[in-house]
C-alpha cells in the first residue's frame, strides 16, 4: 500500500452572473501558486476525471531549482 502525503487548501468557487450568462472561478492560493512556480498568463487545462476529482495539467513545467531524489514506490504486500 502506498501512502501519500495530503496538502489542502478549501477554495471556494466563485460565480459571476451577466445578463446572458455566468462564468465561474476558482483562485488559487498564492502559496500554492509560488511552490508551483505559476506564472502570469500561463496555460492550463483542466481534465474531469468524474463529478469529484479535477486534474490541472501544465504543458510546460520548469525544472525544480533544487534537484531531489525520487524514491520508487516501496513494494510491500
Same mark, same amino acid.
Not at 1 to 9: E, I, S
Not at 18 to 35: C, G, H, K, W
Given at each position: 500500500? #502506498? /501512502?501519500? #502525503?495530503?496538502?489542502?487548501?478549501? !477554495?471556494?468557487?466563485?460565480?459571476? =452572473? /451577466? $445578463?446572458?450568462?455566468? @462564468? ?5 492560493? #498564492? ?7 505559476? $506564472?502570469?498568463?500561463? @496555460? %492550463? =487545462?483542466? !481534465?474531469? *476525471?468524474?463529478?469529484?476529482?479535477? *486534474?490541472?495539467? /501544465?504543458? %510546460? *513545467?520548469?525544472?525544480?531549482? *533544487? ?9 510491500? !504486500?
Amino acid at each position: 500500500m #502506498t /501512502r501519500y #502525503t495530503r496538502m489542502g487548501y478549501p !477554495t471556494k468557487l466563485q460565480c459571476i =452572473q /451577466r $445578463q446572458d450568462s455566468q @462564468q465561474f472561478y476558482i483562485n488559487f492560493p #498564492t502559496p500554492l501558486a509560488q511552490a508551483l512556480d505559476f $506564472q502570469k498568463g500561463e @496555460q %492550463l =487545462q483542466w !481534465t474531469i *476525471v468524474d463529478k469529484g476529482h479535477l *486534474v490541472l495539467s /501544465r504543458q %510546460l *513545467v520548469p525544472p525544480d531549482p *533544487v534537484p531531489l531524489k525520487k524514491k520508487p514506490p516501496s513494494s510491500k !504486500t
